[in-house]
């Protein structure tokens, strides 16, 4: 996967794996966020991530698969 042309979600503070697909509209809503997380179908940096609330951290790639494509974005962290 190529990871310099990947879209970058910056958010200041800290920010939970279920929030982030949301904040970067890889999903609709809470309960699909779950659904997906829960699937098996997130990925962080490479890893099948199962748990919603992970801490996600600067520079992190989250991606989705959606069986026919994937998506990723790139996460940026700002201090507060």
Not at 6 to 34: F, H
Not at 51 to 77: A, N, P, T, Y
Request: aromatic residues 2%; charged residues 20%; negative net charge.
């Amino acid at each position: 996967m190529q990871t310099e042309n990947l879209p970058t979600i910056t958010v200041t503070g800290t920010i939970r794996l279920g929030q982030l697909l949301k904040l970067a509209n890889l999903v609709e809503d809470g309960a699909e966020a779950r659904s997906a997380i829960q699937g098996g179908w997130v990925q962080v940096d490479g890893v099948v991530q199962t748990q919603r609330g992970k801490q996600l951290q600067d520079g992190q790639i989250i991606s989705v698969d959606f069986g026919d494509h994937l998506e990723s974005v790139r996460l940026e962290v700002l201090p507060q």
